[in-house]
């Protein structure tokens, strides 16, 4: 593992687990206080990868998807909580060995790793940047996404804290249907009609001719016309319509919590004084 992989090439990769399961990215990647070589990672998990566990590198390696790992989700939910400090002391680290059932590394009576163990990984480890440790231990951080190896000098210290990088992504909410039905409605319409009727128009005979008149009965017949309303429907376009989007902006605001690390100096006397 030492061999083929880098602190720098983990950083900010995916992790998962035997089952496939992606359980977040990697944070920090911690190295043997002796070795200097990769041993535990954190992994960061929860909002805004608020939370970070500690996994084990043995037996993992690197895929296309991510580093794949030996231990599943529940493994890692369990882990003990440790802050990811910098450096794991010989007790944290022993309790990290005994939850995922991993063998002790063997120690020397100081509490180090012997000369036997190395490149098995020793109780204590230390990430760099920390001010924790012997000030050999290092590790690779990520925060504001640089590459945060390399030795600390006697007199420098790196300060670093976590930012919210909030960006915006295109989801769907709903759907909108635009559909036509028809219903039936009462018109009235008012329409002139005519018809005709009969009267009677007298003419007077001032002068008899030589015309002989019979006293008989006679008949005369007029056909009388009406008009009457008549109803035809026809189909008319009347309107159109169609349905439109449009983008409406509005503020909302998002929280979460970020973590940032304090410079505290403390002289003979025990006072200490914080920036």
């Known amino acids: 593992m030492a061999q083929t992989m880098q602190p720098q090439e983990l950083i900010d990769s995916a992790v998962v687990d035997p089952a496939g399961t992606k359980l977040g990215k990697v944070g920090t990647v911690y190295l043997a206080d002796t070795t200097h070589q990769p041993e ?59 939850h995922y059932g991993l063998p002790m590394p063997r120690t020397s009576p100081d509490g180090r790793m012997d000369d036997r163990a190395q490149g098995k990984g020793a109780p204590g480890m230390g990430a760099a940047g920390t001010g924790k440790g012997d000030g050999r231990g290092r590790s690779e951080k990520d925060s504001a996404g640089r590459d945060q190896s390399g030795k600390n000098t006697d007199h420098t210290m790196t300060r670093s804290e976590e930012r919210l990088n909030v960006g915006t992504e295109q989801v769907e909410t709903g759907h909108v249907r635009l559909r036509k039905y028809v219903v039936t409605e009462e018109q009235q319409v008012t329409v002139p009609v005519s018809h005709e009727e009969v009267r009677i128009e007298r003419e007077p005979i001032t002068k008899a001719g030589g015309e002989k008149v019979e006293i008989g009965e006679d008949e005369q017949e007029v056909v009388l ?48 004084r914080k920036s």
Do not use: C, M
């Open 40 to 98: 535990w990672i954190t992994v960061k998990t929860g909002l805004f990868g608020t939370k970070e566990s500690f996994v084990p590198l043995s037996g993992a390696h690197r895929d296309k998807d991510g580093l794949h790992v030996r231990v599943d989700k529940d493994a890692v939910s369990d882990a003990p909580r440790i802050e990811a400090d910098g450096h794991l002391s010989v007790e944290e680290s022993q309790q990290l060995y005994r």
């Open 225 to 272: 016309h009406a008009e009457k309303p008549v109803v035809n429907k026809e189909t008319v376009a009347v309107e159109r319509a169609r349905l439109k989007t449009e983008t409406v902006t509005e503020d909302q605001t998002i929280s979460g919590q970020v973590r940032k690390e304090q410079f505290e100096v403390t002289d003979d006397d025990g006072k200490h």
